[in-house]
Antibody, heavy 120, light 110 residues
């Protein structure tokens, strides 16, 4: 059974930093790209980042480019999202998602999310 | 790139069919067969319902179907059931190594 478990969320002041983690199980982690998607309170979904299976390919939404860094440790079956220079508008539930094998830019498994609150 | 456009709400009675639209541009929805649909119940994580415009993942009932015409994709839910009441989000490859989501549609089963 595929499982994704996020952690690392919490409350931080504007300008601060947080690192989110997502531990995966139930599939060959090395073989799949991974994605972060966020959802502000009461709002829709927003794609944040992608990292390829080997970790050498990364892409970011314009809204986080230069502030967020995605990485992965395949030996630990874990992906990370380092979030720096946090803004109030980064407040959201952050979901870790597994990219589908089909290459159709879809996400077939999601974690339950971790809440990040940026507030003074 | 802007979010894809979805109606804020849709509704239908049990057993009926309802269709939710998702409008983009020729640079996203119209340019690629990479449209997906996700179902999200309150307080839960999204669930993939349709990928590749019209493909259903294993375990998703065939009451859910997807299609695309030009820059508009559609999700049809037939034989509505109470548990279908949820938020539905479309997404598409945006053409610049990104994915764009729609604003979401709240489906109410009357």
């Amino acid at each position: 059974e595929v499982q994704l478990l996020e952690s690392g969320g919490g409350s931080v002041q504007p300008g601060g930093s947080l690192r989110l983690s997502c531990v995966a199980s139930g599939f060959n982690f090395n073989n799949y790209g991974m994605t972060w998607v966020r959802q502000a309170p009461g709002k829709g979904l927003e794609w944040v980042s992608f990292i390829g299976g080997g970790g050498g390919t990364t892409f970011y939404a314009d809204s986080v480019k230069g502030r967020f860094t995605v990485s992965r440790d395949n030996s630990k079956k874990t992906q990370y999202l380092q979030m720096n220079s946090l803004r109030v508008e980064d407040t959201a539930v952050y979901y870790c998602a597994k990219n589908s094998a089909s290459g159709t830019k879809s996400f077939d498994y999601w974690g339950q999310g971790t809440l990040v609150t940026v507030s003074s | 790139q802007s979010a894809l456009t979805q109606p804020p709400s849709a509704s239908g009675s049990p057993g009926q069919s309802v269709t939710i639209s998702c409008t983009g541009t020729s640079s996203d929805v119209g340019g690629y067969n990479y449209v997906s649909w996700y179902q999200q119940h309150p307080g839960k994580a999204p669930k993939l319902m349709i990928y590749g415009v019209n493909q259903r993942p294993s375990g998703v009932p065939d009451r859910f179907s997807g299609s695309k015409s030009g820059n508009t994709a559609s999700l049809t839910v037939s034989g509505l059931q109470a548990d279908d009441e949820a938020d539905y989000y479309c997404s598409s490859y945006g053409g610049s190594n990104n994915v764009i989501f729609g604003g979401g549609t709240k489906l109410t089963v009357l």
